[in-house]
């Protein structure tokens, strides 16, 4: 395909898999190494009240004296404003100190749409109760022939977390009555919630039909009766429920007790892994006995299982919110870095920030928290956010988009890969990323080399959705045989190159990028639940091949000098709407065949018939294509046992 690059010489597959990498993490050191700014005398320390912090317009903080009327108008008109609002750039959070909301007669019923935070602000998840819902329920816009389209396959970019819910559905129809809908799908997770007195659905089956989700992700939580329904993946990790209904390809449970065996795979298509093998919980806002505002940071852990608050305090530490630098839309980049140098911590609150240099975190056990989705969009090229070889740092809560001019990565953690720095980032205190989403394309045009490059040992990554946007409001006319204006305009190479070794990855959803998604060049990776959605729309195969004339790109690559490496529960999913006929990828996961790399319960299907993908893993597993449409090839275990 065109790159935009000098042609070379095509590489062998095991020399590209070297090379390739390489020369990104070269480019990639050439275009962020960090300038000089001259500014850590700069800015004052930002004086933040304790009990009051001014947290931005788009915040509104409710307490139990609120009256219920009022609590009610507030979330009902940002839900008008946000249901349908999915490329705008409106970001809100509702949050709620610790008391009860709603009654038996009156219930408080919330309705969470696109760039919406909702969250209790308690130390425990039970020091906020919501007598009522939390839902998020299908879109329905109709096709062009009038037919239902009901579906919450596009049901992005929101959040809840830290309450509790007593499901009552008084008012509501019958149908809605005895459960809370959930149905979302990437971007939208679900922590620390305790769902009581009703089913937690994660379809809405009460709308018309065909009700397709595409999957998200649960942590820390606890609910009885589970209702999968149409999601067609997802993961629950750390976690505590009474049962789980139903599955659709990929439904991966992580650290859960209660969880449904994985004997019979793939009837039902479930992964149960015993023990996370590493977790560290989202940071979350709280508010003390005294009204003081702070921050818990929880700690990581190893072979943990079942939510991290049921025997007190979630482990970890709190910060109070007076030692973070309280950042708005208008704040500038060089007053971010001056006050994270002065040891600051940072919030920002929602919105979007356009960012024309990076934002570099260089101090150990830094915590970023985005409310509201917040969002930094790259100006000119630049590198939004980087992080150095450092431990303990926390990114949570933000999403990164890339911008009109192509940026060589949107977020770099640690320095260039190789033996010129020491990966600092500790098996202990691992450098952690928390629900950070990527975007390259939807609101605008975006351009990207690579979105996410992790070059840091002992990283985390605990939810991250990077997505080259299929479809958006700038730029995404669809062709008839194949929409060359969006390949050749919306362009993301590389999804996620992971460089550094011991880097664990729970809920890694990646797609639509116009070569690998994902490479994994470090040892001991360890990945639990990969979703991936090759792109939509190669103009022809030309454009979709590898130097050497391999047919596609896989999804996701293992570098093949790695030894030890393991995936449980992985997906790769083909859907060529907007290529041209008969586009063919060779394979969805390709690995070095040795006994250290293991693939448990991987699949690769096609859902419109249009595309090929010849094998699941390597030249193993069966062909997606028209004759098997919508019935997933598996592959137990690679190697087999």
């Known amino acids: 395909m065109d790159t935009g690059r000098a042609p070379e010489k095509p590489l062998t597959p095991r020399r590209r898999l070297r090379r390739l990498p390489g020369l990104l993490a070269l480019a990639v050191a050439l275009s962020t190494a960090p300038a000089a700014t001259g500014v850590a005398a700069a800015a004052p320390p930002q004086q933040v009240d304790p009990t009051r912090p001014d947290l931005g317009v788009n ?127 990437q971007a939208s997770p679900m922590r620390r919630v305790e769902v009581t007195g009703g089913t937690l659905s994660l379809m809405d089956y009460c709308t018309e039909g065909p009700q397709y989700a595409s999957g998200g992700f649960l942590a820390d939580s606890r609910a009885g009766d589970v209702v999968n329904g149409s999601q067609q993946q997802w993961l629950t990790r750390n976690s505590t429920i009474g049962s789980w209904s139903n599955g659709v390809w990929n439904q991966v449970f992580s650290g859960v007790e209660g969880a449904p065996s994985e004997a019979g795979f793939p009837v039902p298509p479930y992964t149960t892994v015993e023990d996370t093998p590493v977790s560290r919980e989202k940071p979350y806002l709280f508010v003390d006995a005294a009204g003081a505002y702070q921050v818990r940071v929880p700690s990581a852990q190893a072979n943990t299982r079942g ?191 992971v460089n550094g070794s011991d880097v664990t990855a729970t809920g890694l959803f990646v797609e639509h990028f116009q070569q690998h998604n994902t490479i994994w060049n470090g040892e001991r990776g360890r990945v639990v639940l990969y979703q991936n959605e090759i792109p939509y729309d190669p103009p022809s195969q030309a454009d979709w091949q590898e130097p050497d004339g391999t047919p596609g790109w896989a999804a996701y690559v293992v570098g093949d000098h790695v030894q030890q490496h393991r995936l449980d529960g992985g997906g790769v999913y083909g859907y060529q709407r907007n290529a041209a006929p008969g586009i063919t990828t060779a394979t969805g996961f390709r690995v070095p065949e040795t006994p250290g790399v293991q693939l448990h319960h991987v699949m690769t299907v096609h859902l419109d018939g249009i595309g090929v993908i010849e094998h699941v893993v390597n030249d193993v597993g069966g062909r997606s294509d028209s004759s098997t449409q919508g019935a997933p090839q598996y592959v137990v275990d690679f190697p087999a046992p």
């Open 307 to 497: 939510v991290s608050w049921d025997e007190g305090q979630t482990a970890g530490r709190t910060v109070p919110l007076t030692e973070f630098f309280i950042a708005r839309p208008s704040t500038s980049v060089q007053e971010i870095n001056s006050q994270l140098a002065r040891g600051r911590h940072l919030l920002l609150t929602p919105g979007v920030y356009d960012v024309a240099r990076s934002i570099a975190v260089k101090r150990a056990d830094t915590v970023v928290l985005g409310l509201g989705l917040a969002t930094l969009t790259a100006v000119d090229g630049s590198v939004p956010l980087t992080v150095a070889d450092v431990p303990g740092v926390v990114v949570a809560g933000v999403t990164i988009d890339a911008g009109a001019q192509e940026s060589p990565v949107l977020l770099q953690v640690g320095s260039r890969n190789g033996n010129s720095s020491p990966k600092k980032s500790g098996a202990t205190n691992p450098t952690t990323l928390s629900d950070v989403f990527f975007r390259v394309g939807g609101p605008h045009v975006g351009k990207a080399d690579t979105a996410l490059v992790v070059n840091s040992d002992h990283v985390l990554i605990d939810h991250t959705w990077v997505w080259r946007a299929d479809h958006g409001v700038e730029g995404f006319t669809a062709g008839v045989n194949g929409d060359t204006d969006r390949w050749r305009t919306n362009t993301g190479r590389t999804g996620v190159v």
């Open 59 to 185: 915040v509104t903080v409710f307490d139990p004296s609120t009256p219920l009327a009022e609590i009610q108008a507030k979330a009902d008109a940002v839900y008008a404003q946000q249901v349908a609002n999915e490329m705008g750039t409106q970001r809100y959070a509702l949050l709620f100190k610790p008391g009860t909301y709603g009654t038996a007669t009156q219930p408080l019923q919330i309705k969470v749409g696109y760039y919406t935070e909702v969250a209790g602000l308690g130390a425990s998840p039970q020091d906020v109760t919501i007598n009522g819902k939390v839902e998020v329920y299908n879109r329905c816009r109709p096709n062009a022939d009038g037919s239902n389209n009901c579906i919450a396959l596009d049901n992005f970019w929101r959040s809840v977390s830290n309450l509790r819910l007593a499901v009552n559905g008084a008012g509501q129809d019958g149908c809605r009555q005895t459960a809370n809908f959930f149905a979302v799908s």
